[in-house]
C-alpha cells in the first residue's frame, strides 16, 4: 500500500471513494457534509486549506485522511486546551475508507502519515473530531496514542440534510435516520475530540 498526496488526477477517485462513502453510511450524522460533484472535489484537492492523503494499492484509492490548517472555529469556542492555537494545531478532517476495505487497519496507517507530516511542519498538537457513537474513528484514534479530550454538541444544518436525502445516494436506513434528525426542533450532532500533544 502507497500513502502520498492526492493531485486532481485522483479527483474522479475521491468523488467515486466520498460516494461509496456516503452510500454505505450508518448514519448521516457521522461526517460533515462533504460535496459530491466532480468540480467541488477537486477544488478540495488544490484548496491550501487542506492537505488531502490517499492510500492506494494497485492505483486503487482506498482511503483518504487529511488535515484541515483552519480549525479555528474550535479554537474559537474554546472547546481545545487553552494554549492551542491555529498556528501550532492542526486537524484531521473528512477520513474514509472504502467501504469492502474497512477493518484493515488503513485509517491507523493515515493517521500516523498524518503525525509525521504535522511534526515535521512544527505543530504541537494535532486532533479529530468523531461522532460518539462511531466506534471505528475513535478505536483508531486510541489505538494511535490520541486522548479523548471532551463532548461537544455542533448545531446541523437542516438544509443540508435535506440535500442529501433528495440526491438518492444514501441507503434505505441511513435516509430513514436523516428524516428522523430532521423532525427535531433543533438540529445538533454530539462530536468527541481526540488530541494528541506531538512535542512540548
Known amino acids: 500500500m502507497i500513502i502520498k498526496k492526492l493531485t486532481e488526477q ?56 487529511s488535515f484541515d490548517y483552519k480549525c479555528g472555529k474550535l479554537i474559537g469556542q474554546n472547546i481545545l486546551p487553552q494554549d492551542c492555537t491555529l498556528e501550532n494545531t492542526v486537524e484531521i478532517g473528512f477520513t474514509m475508507v472504502k467501504s469492502n476495505c474497512q477493518g484493515k487497519g488503513i485509517m491507523k496507517k493515515l493517521i500516523v502519515v498524518l503525525e509525521e507530516i504535522a511534526a515535521k511542519q512544527n505543530f504541537e498538537y494535532i486532533f479529530g473530531k468523531v461522532h460518539i457513537d462511531n466506534n471505528a474513528s475513535f ?6 496514542g490520541y486522548t479523548k479530550f471532551c463532548e461537544y454538541e455542533k448545531p446541523l444544518k437542516r438544509e443540508e440534510f435535506l440535500s442529501f436525502i433528495e440526491k438518492k445516494i444514501l441507503k434505505p436506513t441511513t435516509e430513514n435516520k436523516a428524516k428522523l434528525t430532521l423532525q427535531k426542533d433543533i438540529l445538533s450532532v454530539r462530536y468527541a475530540i481526540y488530541i494528541k500533544i506531538l512535542k512540548k
Open 139 to 144: 478505536k483508531s484514534f486510541l489505538s494511535c
Open 10 to 65: 485522483n479527483a474522479e477517485q475521491f468523488q467515486k471513494l466520498i460516494l461509496d462513502m456516503y452510500s454505505h453510511l450508518e448514519n448521516l450524522e457521522w461526517f460533515s457534509p462533504m460535496p459530491t460533484d466532480f468540480e467541488s472535489v477537486k477544488d478540495i484537492i488544490a484548496s491550501p486549506r487542506f492537505l488531502v492523503l490517499g492510500a492506494f494499492e494497485g492505483g486503487d484509492l482506498l482511503a483518504v485522511s
